[in-house]
């Protein structure tokens, strides 16, 4: 045994002529380090071990006094611009706060920071076509994003009318998967809610012409006004908009029976009459979906949704919603999702469930009241929370206008829930001409 | 383009909109008075004959 064997073995607690196999000697050293120097300050080129008070004090001068970083000071924004974040695993996050582009609300919004720079009330500019559209903030975290990454949303409402325009076009009365030879055909009005002389009486007319194929007949009279004497016009499909023939209609049953026609959905060809008389109330196959979620050309964007859609004239001259907005705008908007209810005349009551990038807001978002019992449309906004009626007022330029919901007239087919001029609620015929009032929110 | 308005600022930022607009107003004011005052010079139609390059 030499000299260092002697130390080892003192050091290690045996005797000095001990001998020990190496996994002994291993097991022996076990939180015992004693026998090398330790060094009493901390070094940058030692390789001796250091004593723990010194450890001790250094990581303690490390600390020091200033705060940390704490859940309490997530979001408050240090007179440099940056702020803290807290993750849900607590960790913390210094993050640069940008308040002056779309970009950075959107960064707010994702962090879910936006009640601590924005408030409900507060007004975002933005440019569509060389104009400024001012956005009220209605709500904040009060949508649900359609993408599950995402759970923070902050929802922008046009503060004014952006347009005056048809919820949704008059449809056809019939409409024709396989065409119809020319000839003479009638039909019963088995309901005609506005004109009670009309019910019960049977309608013909002769086309001089074949309808192809998806081709539809559309009558021309008001809503208010008899079929007796008015016209009824063939078009080849939803998408044209010159008619082939129109021809008056007389009251007499020659021909052939085209069946009867009422405000339900009688048959794979008839329409509701009220959906030909006042255009359709619901919300998913509406033109002004189309329109407020477009970004092309006017004559571009509008697709029949249904075999007796019809297009406002509109469609044909004004360019989509999106066109011409600021691009990074748009490109901070996000789907939501919706509930929107369905009339119990045509669409079977009831509520559905969509994803809505650009949209109206529903009855319950702005009055707090269902149009279905049971159907939740979405909580009222926060704006509107204790909001009087002048506080739902649009306007248009300098005139109060009456303007759209996405909610039905529940009980109709074909009449739209809106808010009057007055900032009452009411129901107008989704042909007539309301004011959009354009919904989105930043996700 | 983006800009914010705080609730705060609204009643301030539509005076001050208020503001451009009627001074915009009053150019246009002061530009239809200018209009109106060189359409009263009267022109010597002698003199314009004496520039007509017609001659």
């Known amino acids: 045994m030499n000299y260092f064997d002697v130390l080892l073995a003192r050091q290690l607690g045996g005797g000095s002529g001990d001998t020990y196999t190496k996994a002994q000697i291993d097991a022996m050293m076990q939180g015992k380090v004693g026998f090398s120097d330790v060094d009493s300050a901390l070094s940058t080129t030692s390789e001796n071990p250091v004593q723990n008070k010194v450890i001790t004090d250094a990581l303690g001068g490390k600390v020091g006094t200033t705060d940390y970083a704490t859940a309490a000071t997530a979001g408050i924004v240090k007179p440099d611009g940056v702020t803290t974040t807290v993750d849900a695993d607590g960790t913390i996050h210094a993050v640069n706060i940008d308040v002056t582009s779309w970009y950075g609300v959107r960064d707010i919004v994702r962090r879910g920071l936006a009640s601590r720079f924005f408030q409900v009330g507060d007004q975002l500019i933005c440019q569509k076509d060389g104009n400024n559209i001012a956005w009220d903030i209605v709500g904040i975290d009060q949508d649900t994003p359609a993408d599950s990454n995402f759970i923070h949303s902050m929802t922008l409402m046009a503060h004014d009318v952006y347009i005056n325009a048809a919820f949704d076009a008059k449809e056809s009365l019939f409409a024709f998967d396989d065409g119809l030879e020319a000839g003479t055909y009638h039909f019963t009005i088995d309901q005609q809610p506005w004109v009670a002389g009309d019910v019960g009486k049977v309608v013909q007319f002769t086309l001089a012409n074949d309808i192809p194929a998806g081709g539809q007949l559309v009558v021309n009279n008001a809503y208010n006004a008899t079929m007796i004497g008015a016209t009824i016009s063939a078009f080849s499909g939803g998408t044209s908009v010159a008619a082939a023939e129109t021809v008056t209609m007389a009251e007499g049953s020659d021909g052939t029976d085209l069946g009867s026609v009422a405000s339900t959905l009688t048959g794979t060809t008839t329409n509701s009459i009220q959906r030909a008389l006042l255009g359709s109330n619901n919300w998913s196959q509406s033109a002004a979906r189309q329109y407020l979620n477009s970004d092309k050309a006017a004559g571009a964007y509008w697709t029949p949704k249904t075999k007796w859609d019809r297009p406002p004239g509109y469609v044909a001259t004004t360019a989509g919603f999106l066109k011409g907005l600021d691009a990074d705008f748009v490109s901070v908007l996000g789907k939501v999702v919706k509930t929107t209810s369905q009339n119990t005349v045509t669409d079977g009551g009831g509520g559905i469930q969509s994803e809505e990038l650009v949209f109206q807001p529903s009855r319950s978002e702005i009055y707090g009241s269902a149009e279905i019992t049971g159907v939740n449309e979405g909580a009222i906004y926060d704006y509107y929370k204790n909001a009087t009626s002048a506080d739902r007022i649009k306007y248009q330029g300098t005139a109060a206008r009456y303007w759209f919901l996405r909610t039905p007239n529940a009980s109709n087919a074909g009449n739209v829930r809106g808010v009057t001029s007055s900032g009452g609620l009411n129901y107008v015929s989704a042909y007539g001409a309301g004011g959009l009032v354009p919904a989105c929110c930043i996700v | ?55």
């Open chain 2, 1 to 55: 383009m983006f800009e914010h308005i705080p609730i705060e600022e609204q009643a301030r930022h539509a005076a001050a909109e208020a503001q451009k607009t009627a001074t915009q107003a009053e150019r246009n004011a002061a530009n239809i008075d200018y209009i109106a005052m060189m359409s009263d010079i009267d022109i010597d139609p002698e003199e314009e004959d004496e520039v007509s390059i017609n001659e």
